[in-house]
């Protein structure tokens, strides 16, 4: 498992200021999505699944961020070269070793968004949130083990 302060001032800030996307809230739900997702980074790789990285991202959906999403926003394509080496699409292996790449891609993901970031105090939020737009109804995450497994991460 990955030190929960070390991921936040090593990976999450400088990834999220790179983008110009900094909040509290972002932090948090990305330290959340983390912890559910991969256990604090225990797992880089689903098991018996496609997801890959700390924030288990799916290739399909790594793949439409950058095609319908990312493509389309020239001030995202530009600081993701400026700041990430990305003049073209990276493989999507790139999520398992890259964690600042990873933590980049997964507030993309939530920046599709049109609902605003939930506040970074407000755990319910933050669940009901990440639970809609990440892992959807579809996952297998539930509230109870997912705040257990963030609080477990953040206690460290």
């Known amino acids: 498992m990955i030190n929960s302060k070390q ?14 996307l900094y909040s509290s ?5 990305l330290v959340f999505t983390c912890a559910t997702e991969s256990l604090g980074g225990h797992f ?3 098991v018996k699944g ?27 394509t530009t600081l993701l ?3 990430f080496n990305c003049p073209l699409i990276p493989p999507e292996e790139r999520l398992i070793y890259d964690l600042r790449f990873a933590t980049a891609m ?5 920046l599709r968004v049109p609902e605003k970031l939930p506040q970074a105090n407000d755990i319910d939020a933050i669940w009901a949130y990440y639970k809609k737009y990440y ?13 257990e497994h963030y609080q477990n991460f953040t206690s460290q």
């Open 50 to 76: 496609p997801a890959l990285g700390i924030y288990q991202m799916e290739p399909a959906t790594y793949n439409d961020l950058w095609q319908r999403f990312i493509s389309r926003n020239s001030r995202l």
């Open 81 to 83: 070269a400026m700041h």
């Open 44 to 46: 880089l790789h689903q």
């Open 106 to 110: 997964s507030r993309i993901h939530y």
């Open 135 to 147: 892992n959807t109804h579809l996952g297998k995450a539930t509230k109870t083990k997912s705040i």
């Open 25 to 29: 809230s972002a932090e948090e739900l």
């Open 7 to 20: 991921l936040r001032e090593l990976i999450i800030k400088p990834a999220l200021d790179a983008l110009q």
